[in-house]
């Protein structure tokens, strides 16, 4: 795990030139203050990945079983457990799209 500094501001790049971007560290350091078992960041990671998953199918209105077959069966669900950062951008880009729409 990673220090924070005191004094962080810069919200677009990353803290003292790591390769993470300061928001994914934030939600690292939450989760591991919560609980320091790698699991648990993996379930609250699938939580809110799946959470706006559904809610862009619900707002859309779209057919649901259909809707979460193709999540399921195309992959998107194991490789969002391995893309973890890119699959949180997806997730919330899911939402912001729903919002814009």
């Known amino acids: 795990m990673t220090d924070l ?24 350091k939450l989760i591991y203050n919560t609980s320091p078992n790698f699991q648990f960041e993996l379930f609250v990671t699938a939580f809110i990945i799946s959470t706006c998953f559904i809610f862009f199918i619900k707002q859309l209105n779209c057919d649901y079983p259909l809707s979460f077959l193709i999540f399921i069966c195309l992959g998107f669900l ?17 939402v912001a799209f729903v919002f814009c729409r």
């Open 78 to 94: 194991a490789n969002s457990m391995n893309l973890m950062r890119q699959s949180l951008a997806w997730a919330f880009t899911l």
């Open 5 to 28: 500094p005191n004094n962080f501001i810069n919200w677009i790049l990353p803290l003292n030139n790591q390769r993470f971007e300061t928001g994914f560290i934030l939600l690292n």
